[in-house]
């Protein structure tokens, strides 16, 4: 089947539902800044990610990629409690995304199946001058929605690309959970929307390009926590366990601290904080309401910087 | 499916008990009332940060301006390279840039932590530069647990530009200075919607104080207001100088493109809809979202049709920077060159031809 006249990107497997179409071909796009979230079983996590996000960016779209754990009637249902039912859309998409790692590598970047074309399908549905990338299982803290509800006007008109420390949370209880504080992991998550700025393809994932020139911005730390549970696995889309650490740092790290928490090693592990919520406080409210706002700056002394 | 676990309440309980601490920022453009707002609320028992900014002929009654912070300010500005009195809508931008300093923002953390006491626990902080930075005091308060209140004051542009020009020297023309305005009041608008926040009119506050500051008072809910004694009250009403009411200037009197003044009137009629807080709705935002973009098509098209100007300057900045730069060894601090024996120097001067007379 030939692709329909139109597409930007047509994918591999001829779908013509699921080429991309890049929005600005259809004029300028207006100032704003969308959240896309692409997301498979977050359910347990949306209750703590979408009420943050919705204060803090304009529009939240939200692709739903073969779910089984009611991920999107979750989402509609918090967007409706949150009253921003008129400021967010799902989109599901159906086909199977390859994992990260080996089996990523391995697949085309035009292919449904593809985490390069599943990201750029996902971004042409942003329908704001501005886009921004986030996780089922990050979570804003008060200080994170205030600077990117600031930064969700003042960029307009700039071509500036933000990236945003995040701080792995592994939740041991209701109560108890071990912030990462050992490493800054350090991501550009907000770009414009344009042709300079789509997803192309890397060894273990995507990326998204921008031009050199484009002006950019660190976010102080203490913005966002990544919430790993540690009675779950967090390591399934993952293909591959071996990971390299000079090619994915980051992955490394977040496998040798839960290794270690699993273990009840955790204090071993330079850099991992325990937290302990005061009674009736879940601990991801005290993290993120509290405890990140009242801890001492720098949060992270020495570690390096991990980019993506 | 799994049961989805509804965040706990907790933390805004816990929270509870320190919210007595208030800090309310009156910002707007110069010669609106700010000073007039802020000198009202320190009558009324809200703590002004000493030491402050010292009167003068401009302000005979003061300012109402902490020292440190416009110094900061100051700094601040010469930092990002945005001015007081700033028409370029990137601007925000720039100055938003530095919000993004984890060592900027834990200085202002611990100074304001500093100004609350016992006694002192709600405060008003007012500068003409301070709603460039805004997000950096947000954050701030938050840290210091204070619950953040905003105060925008409201005149008419055609008086702001007049006044000023009564005020000041007339440097920049009336167009800048409302193109000034006009991106000034979008930004202070923009930045603190969706907080607790306020809109006075210059003009209400001059007919009768005691209407808008009563409602300032119930909405930020301030003891200092709340509480006023019959003399606090006396104090305002001495401080409020009844002659600040000046014969109106309008759009007549002054000399600003038809473009211009649509955008600017369109936006003082958006803003006029947020005093009482019943306007100061999705609509109106809407409304005020379209003046933004309005304006910044206009800045853009001007900036472009001005390139030639704006690339002269900038090479004309170049060749003066070029003259008054320190040339070679004159660059080397006095105490590197004094490492060197006298003779050593001497002969150095004389070989490159620059022997002191």
């Not at chain 1, 047509?10 to 699921?18: F, I, K, Q, S």
């Not at chain 1, 100032?31 to 996000?53: D, H, I, Q, S, Y």
């Not at chain 1, 590598?105 to 042409?124: E, K, P, Q």
Request: negative net charge.
């Amino acid at each position: 089947m030939s692709p329909l006249r139109g597409s930007d990107i047509p994918c591999l497997e001829g779908d013509p539902a699921y080429d991309v179409r890049w929005p600005w071909q259809d004029g300028r796009l207006p100032p704003g800044l969308t959240c896309v979230f692409r997301v498979k079983n977050e359910a347990r996590n949306l209750p703590w990610v979408l009420p943050p996000m919705f204060r803090a960016v304009q529009q939240v779209v939200l692709v739903d990629n073969l779910s089984d754990d009611g991920t999107a009637e979750v989402a509609q249902r918090v967007a409706e409690e949150c009253g921003a039912a008129d400021r967010f859309r799902v989109f599901t998409y159906p086909h199977q995304v390859s994992r990260a790692g080996s089996e990523h590598l391995a697949t085309r970047h035009d292919s449904v199946h593809s985490l390069t074309h599943f990201y750029n399908w996902s971004f042409s549905q942003v329908r704001t001058a501005y886009s921004m990338k986030w996780d089922g299982d990050m979570v804003l803290t008060r200080e994170g929605v205030a600077v990117l509800d600031d930064l969700s006007w003042q960029l307009e008109d700039t071509s500036a690309v933000v990236a945003i420390p995040r701080h792995p949370l592994s939740i041991e209880s209701e109560s108890v959970a071990w912030l990462d504080l050992g490493f800054k992991f350090l991501e550009p998550w907000v770009y414009p929307m344009g042709p300079e700025f789509t997803f192309v393809k890397a060894f273990e994932w995507e990326v998204r390009e921008f031009p050199e020139t484009s002006r950019r911005i660190v976010a102080p730390e203490g913005l966002c926590v990544e919430l790993k549970w540690l009675d779950q696995d967090e390591f399934a889309h993952w293909s591959a366990m071996d990971f390299d650490a000079s090619r994915a740092p980051r992955k490394k790290r977040e496998w040798q601290v839960y290794s270690a928490l699993m273990e009840g090693k955790g204090e071993q592990v330079p850099g991992l904080v325990r937290v302990e919520a005061p009674p009736g406080v879940h601990v991801i409210d005290h993290v993120t309401d509290t405890w990140l706002r009242t801890a001492e700056r720098p949060l992270v002394r020495r570690g390096r910087p991990i980019e993506a | 499916m799994v049961d989805a676990p509804s965040p706990s309440t907790g933390p805004a309980k816990l929270l509870e008990t320190s919210h007595a601490r208030r800090v309310v920022f009156v910002v707007g453009s110069g010669r609106s009332g700010t000073s007039t707002m802020a000198g009202s609320l320190q009558s009324l028992g809200m703590h002004v940060p000493q030491p402050e900014v010292l009167a003068d002929e401009t302000n005979p009654k003061g300012f109402g301006e902490p020292q440190w912070v416009v110094d900061l300010h100051d700094e601040l500005l010469n930092r990002c390279n945005v001015a007081v009195s700033d028409a370029r809508p990137n601007a925000w931008f720039d100055a938003g840039r530095l919000n993004n300093i984890e060592p900027i923002r834990k200085r202002l953390h611990a100074w304001l932590e500093e100004q609350f006491t016992e006694e002192q626990h709600e405060l008003v902080v007012k500068d003409p530069r301070l709603a460039w930075f805004l997000p950096i005091w947000r954050a701030a308060a938050m840290r210091c647990d204070a619950r953040p209140g905003y105060v925008t004051m409201l005149r008419p542009v055609t008086e702001v530009v007049g006044s000023k020009q009564r005020a000041h020297d007339a440097r920049a023309n009336e167009v800048n200075r409302t193109a000034a305005w006009v991106n000034l009041m979008l930004g202070c608008e923009r930045s603190t919607r969706g907080e607790d926040r306020a809109f006075v009119r210059y003009h209400d506050l001059l007919d009768d104080w005691t209407v808008p500051v009563f409602e300032l008072g119930q909405a930020f809910d301030l003891d200092a207001v709340k509480s006023a004694a019959a003399n606090d009250i006396r104090r305002v009403h001495q401080y409020i100088d009844p002659s600040l009411r000046s014969a109106p200037v309008t759009w007549d009197d002054l000399d600003v493109p038809r473009r211009l003044r649509e955008i600017a009137q369109e936006l003082w009629v958006q803003l006029e809809k947020l005093p009482g807080g019943e306007g100061d709705n999705a609509e109106t935002h809407e409304a005020l979202d379209q003046i933004r973009a309005a304006y910044t098509d206009m800045y853009d098209e001007a900036a472009a049709m001005s390139q030639s100007t704006s690339l002269a300057a900038r090479r004309a900045g170049i060749r003066e920077g070029e003259r008054n730069a320190p040339r070679g060894v004159d660059r080397l601090p006095h105490w590197v060159r004094a490492l060197f024996p006298g003779w050593l120097r001497r002969g150095l001067r004389k070989a490159a031809g620059r022997e002191r007379s």
